[in-house]
């Protein structure tokens, strides 16, 4: 009979970094099991606010983030994920809307929040295929927000 060995952590807080690590801590530890026990989503929503010269802006940890094509763009979203936040590609429309109306943030928000957790449920599948390691998620309770600056 093999042993059951677990490795559990939690407050991920949306950090894909931390959520790999959390995947890459099976083969260091030799766990079969992987428990991501509560506090895993995200804290806040970035925006992307695409501008009429075809580049677009992000109020991202202070900074007045532009990015002029795909590859800056895909840079500061893997960013933004690393850091436990939810990188959103917007209009400048809907981004006023959206300064203008909590509920819409909320539907957002919890949008957004399932959009990453599905992300990460299939990188973990892709991730443990083939293995015999058990992976169970709570992604917790959160609370909405998201930034007004663009």
């Known amino acids: 009979m093999a042993n059951t060995r677990i490795f559990f952590t939690s407050d991920v807080h949306g950090s894909e970094v931390c959520f ?3 995947l890459n801590a099976a083969k260091f530890y030799q766990a079969n099991v992987l ?7 995200g804290k806040m929503i970035v925006p992307l606010v695409k501008q009429g ?3 677009s802006v992000a109020d991202f940890l202070g900074v007045r983030e532009v990015v002029k094509n795909p590859e800056e763009q895909a840079a500061l979203e893997k960013r933004i994920r690393n850091s436990g936040y939810y990188p959103y590609s917007t209009s400048m429309d809907e981004f006023e809307a959206l300064q203008n109306d909590k509920g819409l943030v909320d539907k957002l928000f919890s ?5 990453g957790i599905k992300r990460w ?11 015999d390691i058990k992976c169970y998620l ?3 309770t ?9």
């Open 20 to 22: 790999l690590k959390f």
């Open 35 to 41: 428990i991501l026990g509560g506090d895993m989503t």
């Open 53 to 55: 010269d075809g580049t």
């Open 111 to 115: 949008r957004v929040m399932a959009d």
């Open 121 to 131: 449920v299939g990188i973990a599948e892709q991730r443990l295929k083939g293995t």
């Open 138 to 140: 709570s992604p917790g």
């Open 142 to 150: 959160t609370t909405v927000s998201t930034s007004t600056k663009s």
